[in-house]
């Protein structure tokens, strides 16, 4: 059996133990009288592309093989054979269903799991041809009619009634499908199944791996008011919800199945952009931490204080930026709280200020404000430009008495957030500033060009108070 286990080494994770176990079923299958008029084969999972690989081949001894070629190594296709995806899926026989062969044969197929551990590490397959006279009936269009369905049906609930548009399937108290809806029928297709499935056993057609003994028993255990039994499931690569109901009056199974295949897709595209914002976010934190740090080495050469003290102001707008898509890159959705932004701003603020020039900095941030990626940008800039300039002029050295009191505080109001900067430093003449000063141009221009905002400035001799108000949903 050494292609056998050669197969399984180049396209499953399969341990040797499991090799072990396939390798033994076919010593079964060979001693075995009852495949003697029967192609049998063993697949397992191709984890290469999701599809079933052929790993072993036993042909019939007493009648003609339905293969004119090797097919050991070739893939068996879940579009081809639904009855071997089934059982590896559900670990349920497949018996009777309809099958494709590689060499396009139309085949009916009886499937068995083969199990180690818990785990399906293959399926056994017997085939047989169909016979010569067999037509696969289409009913599709007998049952594609909605009140033909109901009136087939009988009396239902409105709970069932008002589900039409998900795959309706009706089976006998025996687990046979006396019913499907055509939307049932296309599910089917869908999947992989060959033919018409009216007539097949409800383990044949079980998505979820549930046997008919065991959900026709909790059915009827419980009360009508208990009922639909809701299971949420995963198949191939499909997502359904699935309600089953008991009907005592016709003496029927109903199954509901849903799919929720592009509810499931959606909601994983949207983690996975999230996913990828995050990212960016953190790369951008950490191409800006380089900035700081390579701007930190020029600092240090630099003998003129003047340059220095550029070099500080443009590292600490630097590190505001930073600070917020340090924030950004651990959050999934694209709002950010106010309050945790400032502090971290401020934190990182407190670390690069001269100790010589401490300030005690308070916020006062209502921790239910939110703010999104651009705003909070733009309010991390304009507050580290207020923190700076209480720093370099609020604060004068010769000043000794302490405390440098600075407050940050931030309300909302009918969606109008307002920023409070206020400080108790020597204050300034409104009138007589600096013409050009970079601060006050960067603060004035943030609060109107991109905050869409309106900004106060109060200055005294017992301190600063600059307040600057905007939308919390920003006009685009």
Request: charged share 25%; net charge negative.
């Amino acid at each position: 059996m050494t292609e056998l286990a050669d197969l399984c080494h180049k396209y499953t994770s399969l341990t040797d133990t499991d090799i072990a176990t396939l390798v033994a079923e076919t010593k079964l299958i060979e001693l075995n009288p009852a495949y003697r008029d029967f192609d049998v084969f063993i697949d397992a999972r191709n984890e290469l592309n999701n599809q079933a690989i052929v790993i072993y081949h036993k042909p019939p001894t007493n009648v003609p093989s339905l293969y004119r070629k090797k097919v050991v190594g070739q893939d068996a296709l879940r579009t081809n054979e639904p009855g071997v995806f089934h059982t590896l899926e559900t670990k349920l026989d497949s018996v009777g269903l309809l099958a494709e062969t590689q060499e396009h044969r139309l085949i009916q197929q009886k499937i068995y799991p083969i199990s180690r551990n818990n785990r399906t590490i293959g399926v056994t397959i017997v085939e047989s041809d169909v016979l010569d006279d067999f037509k696969v009936q289409n009913l599709e269009l007998k049952y594609s009619n909605v009140s033909a369905t109901i009136q087939m049906l009988g009396r239902l609930d409105t709970t069932i009634t008002d589900q039409l548009a998900d795959a309706i399937l009706c089976f006998d108290k025996s687990g046979r499908l006396v019913l499907a809806n055509h939307t049932a029928l296309t599910l089917y297709k869908q999947v992989g199944y060959i033919g018409n499935i009216v007539g097949q056993v409800y383990d044949n057609l079980s998505l979820d791996g549930s046997e008919f003994k065991t959900v026709l028993k909790q059915l009827q255990d419980v009360s009508e008011d208990e009922q639909p039994l809701t299971y949420n499931f995963s198949y191939l690569n499909y997502y359904f919800t699935t309600r089953k109901f008991w009907n005592r009056k016709n003496q029927q199974v109903v199954i509901l199945i849903q799919d929720k295949t592009d509810v499931k897709m959606k909601e994983a595209e949207i983690i996975s952009k999230s996913v990828a914002i995050r990212e960016i976010n953190h790369r951008v934190k950490n191409n800006l931490q380089s900035v700081i740090s390579l701007l930190r080495i020029q600092q240090r050469r630099l003998k003129s204080a003047e340059a220095k003290k550029v070099l500080t102001e443009s590292v600490s707008r630097i590190m505001a930026i930073a600070s917020t898509y340090e924030l950004m890159s651990k959050q999934l959705g694209d709002e950010t709280n106010l309050q945790a932004t400032i502090q971290l701003l401020v934190s990182h603020f407190v670390q690069l200020n001269d100790e010589n020039r401490k300030l005690d900095i308070t916020t006062d941030i209502d921790p239910k404000i939110t703010v999104d990626s651009d705003q909070v940008v733009t309010i991390s800039i304009i507050v580290n430009e207020l923190l700076q300039n209480a720093v370099s002029h609020a604060f004068p050295e010769e000043q000794t008495t302490p405390p440098n009191n600075v407050l940050v505080e931030g309300k909302v109001n009918d969606e109008i957030i307002t920023m409070r900067i206020k400080d108790n430093g020597v204050g300034f003449d409104l009138d007589n500033t600096r013409p050009g000063s970079l601060g006050l141009t960067i603060i004035r221009s943030y609060v109107k060009d991109k905050l869409l905002g309106k900004l106060k400035i109060e200055s005294t001799t017992q301190g600063t108070e600059v307040s600057f108000s905007f939308d919390q949903k920003p006009q685009h």
